[in-house]
């Protein structure tokens, strides 16, 4: 329906100010359709077809723009991720706040993540494309390379401040530590094994970052 | 093909030396079958129908055992294990030693974890698994309830022993701590985020153990 508000009209140089808005909203469209779609019906029976039917956009506009679904859905993801970065009021590069507290930052970024994971928006989309990561080793490594190593490559940049800052054992390898905050948080996500809370995120973070520390 | 020799013709009565032998010698077969297929074609794909034909049985004969193809997957997993467990040489109610030394019996069972989850008979069908309950909440709470909880609760005996001998704080939740053994692993190997060695298990135990620990 929205087709002609779309720039699929366009060619792609022509870059006017109204075109790109146009551009934009459509982008905005087909990342929030691709988004709810995969968590309405799961990875596989997402289609482009879908995507654009729900997004209000030709399915050409989506074929321009992205060569697959796997591309248009990390896409969405990467941009949710933004998004939820710009939310919490910080700048998208930098989530983890370094304010010398480790304990106390860790605590912070861990209950965001936690009330992330607990929201329907995030939780049935990335459950989806979880999902199906787990089975396509092709599609997982992207899912990997894409969305979480970044994710992680902040926890070990907080961590190796905190190592260089007297607060974690010259020993301890952070890109093995990291994974003391996010593993459990991440199994208790996927596997639904036991209540996601504020309190289970402060527990963690105490046990784990006592077990890094110099004595 | 293997029907006649199944124990199909018999009435579940008829428990004679013979036809026990029989029965068992099916559902070890059924087992097989319904763990390589998921673990060849996914959950989604792997039927009653399929699991029979490659288990060389009747498909009655599985819809007289079990009411569905959920069923069978989760005593094919539960028997799995026990078998997992009887090979480590233990007893399947405790599979984690308690020679007084938490570090070197937590090695121990990381290190056999991951030598299971590098097992590609182990992994393809878990994995497949695994990634139907994160997407399907009913199935998923099976596999959490029938598979996972007993394992977890090995953990949570273990470390509570650990505590009573003053080797945990008093104020540590095994339940919690659990996870920062498991949470790491799982992640790693669903995600396949890095290679799952030993020496990784090493790490996380020398971590986790340590923040449980009093000073």
Redesign the interface.
Known sequence: MAETKASDSKTPDSKTPDSTRRSERSRRAIYDAALALVGEV?Y?RTTIEGIAARAGVGKQTIYRWWPSKASVLLEAFVDLGVRAGEALGGDADSVIPDTGDLEADLKLVLRATVDEMNDPGYDAPS??L??????D?EL??R??EQL??PQ?RLYVDRLSAAREAGQVRPE??P???L??F???????W?????PLTHA?AD??VE??????AP?
């Open positions: 799961g596989a459950r989806a979880a999902a199906e990561g787990v089975v080793p997982g490594a899912f990997v979480l190593e992680l301890v390898d890109r093995i530590a994974e003391l996010v593993g459990p948080l991440t199994h208790r996927l596997l639904r094994t036991a289970y527990s963690l046990y784990a970052v006592r077990g890094l004595r």
